[in-house]
T-cell receptor, first 113, second 116 residues
Framework: DAGVIQSPRHEVTEMGQEVTLRCKPI?????LFWYRQTMMRGLELLIYFNNNVPIDDSGMPEDRFSAKMPNASFSTLKIQPSEPRDSAVYFCASDRDSYNEQFFGPGTRLTVL | AQTVTQSQPEMSVQEAETVTLSCTYDTSENNYYLFWYKQPPSRQMILVIRQEAYKQQNATENRFSVNFQKAAKSFSLKISDSQLGDTAMYFCAFMNTQGGSEKLVFGKGTKLTVNP
């Protein structure tokens, strides 16, 4: 299995631009998680889906952030408009029900200038 | 809300020696999982070991073992025969399984350096 796939690996953009991060979970996994890692706040959950349905989005910072999971093999995290404080590493992870073991993708390093 | 505390921001150990990383957590739940993740400079998050709270026996994975003290809410990681490749950030994480939630709560991490 290829593991969790994220794209792009690096993204540099200017303040005000729209940013879209993409994730393909491991085949057969039905839970998908988006995490953000910063020096100040560490690793924090933004949102997670189960069977393509958002279950907990309490970590989404504000309305500028949105996430979708149109099918079992694809999810996006969008930031519009982006701000310098959104600069971070964004991880996607997936899991299978009752297995309780999340597998992480390689992350996307986002820099907003 | 659950919290995870790692009190050692940085640690170092000589190659082949043993090192223990500390982690405490706070929860009122009875059913949960605890994890240690490793993040090398490549920034990939790698699961090292996990412990189910209902199991009294401490989990082990080759050179990695935990000391799980449920009453004290403590979950330390012991790395035996440290290798240079163990140099990484180590994160302790908590998952409350009540109600089907799979949310991971992470500590701030411990930066471990293995010296030759």
């Amino acid at each position: 299995d290829a593991g969790v796939i994220q794209s792009p690996r690096h993204e540099v953009t200017e303040m005000g631009q729209e940013v879209t991060l993409r994730c393909k979970p491991i085949s057969g996994h039905n839970s998908l998680f988006w995490y953000r890692q910063t020096m100040m706040r560490g690793l924090e959950l933004l949102i997670y889906f189960n069977n393509n349905v958002p279950i907990d989005d309490s970590g989404m910072p504000e309305d500028r952030f949105s996430a979708k999971m149109p099918n079992a093999s694809f999810s996006t995290l969008k930031i519009q408009p982006s701000e310098p404080r959104d600069s971070a590493v964004y991880f996607c992870a997936s899991d299978r029900d009752s297995y309780n073991e999340q597998f992480f993708g390689p992350g996307t390093r986002l820099t907003v200038l | 809300a659950q919290t995870v505390t790692q009190s050692q921001p940085e640690m170092s150990v000589q190659e082949a020696e043993t090192v223990t990383l500390s982690c405490t957590y706070d929860t009122s739940e009875n059913n949960y999982y605890l994890f240690w993740y490793k993040q090398p400079p490549s920034r990939q998050m790698i699961l090292v070991i996990r412990q189910e709270a209902y199991k009294q026996q401490n989990a082990t994975e080759n050179r990695f073992s935990v000391n799980f003290q449920k009453a004290a809410k403590s979950f330390s990681l012991k790395i035996s025969d440290s290798q240079l490749g163990d140099t990484a950030m180590y994160f302790c994480a908590f998952m409350n399984t009540q109600g089907g939630s799979e949310k991971l709560v992470f500590g701030k991490g411990t930066k471990l350096t293995v010296n030759p």
